[in-house]
């Protein structure tokens, strides 16, 4: 099991590399507005997408071709192992193509129990936040550090983030605001980044909507790794994406989880 | 006038390479909350402020005594070379204490005409964009490039950035929106770096309201010197601070002002 562990993680790290060297080339290209108006049918975002997703499933084919595949760009591919690998190649389009550097390549990996290992990688700031099979680290600018949640923050002086201020339907938004209305900070526009910095202990609570599978898949295995709860907005499984909350005590998740509920 | 210029740069460098080796050692340095409630008075954003426009002052005592300063944190200093220095230590807090990218160190640099140059420095990720004195450059992960911003996005398809939502009072909030209701996409969250990423060819607006001079002295210089325009929301100087848009053409420029007038 160590040996297969260790094999999982190597592959694992082997993926968000070859997505990074997919995806870098397309990060900031020249005046992509431009470029897209003047070849009509080139989307470059989706491009460094797809190129992203074909680097990671060459490296599954190669190393782990029992394994099977769920990914953004290219659907499901059916496996023989157990383990599914979760992949979505450019979290945060909307960052991307602002030259912002929330973004992130989001891989997770689940067996019968549930994900059980991620990774959120932001390939131009060159960080690598990962959890899961006895690891929880990031690796990055400073080097190797280890990723813990903070405890003993109330909800009074939390910092909340979410990616976009409406949050989601108008029901979603209210249910945000009751939260917004009780942290001491809230913080837009994080996308993945939001989950790496909750894992890493900087912030207190992450809650998004109408999230996909591939969306959380990463994020959540961080997080958990980290000593942080994810759930939905019930307080169930999060693997399914929609109404997400990620929180870095009980308690914190526990108060919020009451407002959200209204 | 080429050497005293060459000396300007050469000094602006060696004062952000000294906030940065100032800031980054407070830059999600443990559980900055907890230290703060386990020792009264001991702020870590105040503490990396202060200890960043000390260093960017002892460089500008070393090598520029004449120049005036105006600072954040320390004030004013009068000076006789009809140079002066604005410094923002630390500009965007509260991305700094939530672990986030998008804070920054700002120097401006004015003289009896207004700003001439300036930068804004993002430590963690090694990112200087700089502008002004026949330089307009980033240098960062990737080397060097130049700075230019996009010219040609109508405001239907431009990407428009604040900080915050609310944007300043609900006057403000609601001229805001009357632009962020015309455009493509809207981002929140990314303090002096939206600056950054308009200099960069990325993005196409940025309105904030409330703002210091010393918050926009350097982002003004870095963007003009791009080819951008940055005003207050009247059309005149932003030199002073309070309401800011600073666009990436003349026409864009425009279209958003009458949005903003109403």
Known sequence: MADSNDDIIVTAHLMADAARAAILPYFRAGDLQSDNKRQIGFDPVTEADRAAERAMRAVLAQRRPGDAIIGEEYGDSAGSS?????????????????????WGVLIGLADASGLIYGIIDQPYIGERFEGG?????????????????RRGVALDQATLMTTFPEVGTADEGAAFRRVAAQVRLTRYGLDCYAYALLALGQIDLVIEAGLQPYDIAGPLAVVQAAGGIVTDWQGGSAEAGGRVIAAASPEIHAAALDLLRG
């Open 82 to 102: 157990g383990l599914s690998w979760i992949l979505d190649p450019i979290d945060g389009t909307r960052a991307f193509i602002s030259g912002a550097t929330s």
């Open 133 to 149: 099979l006895g690891v929880s680290r990031l690796t990055g600018p400073r080097g190797e550090q280890a990723l813990r949640v």
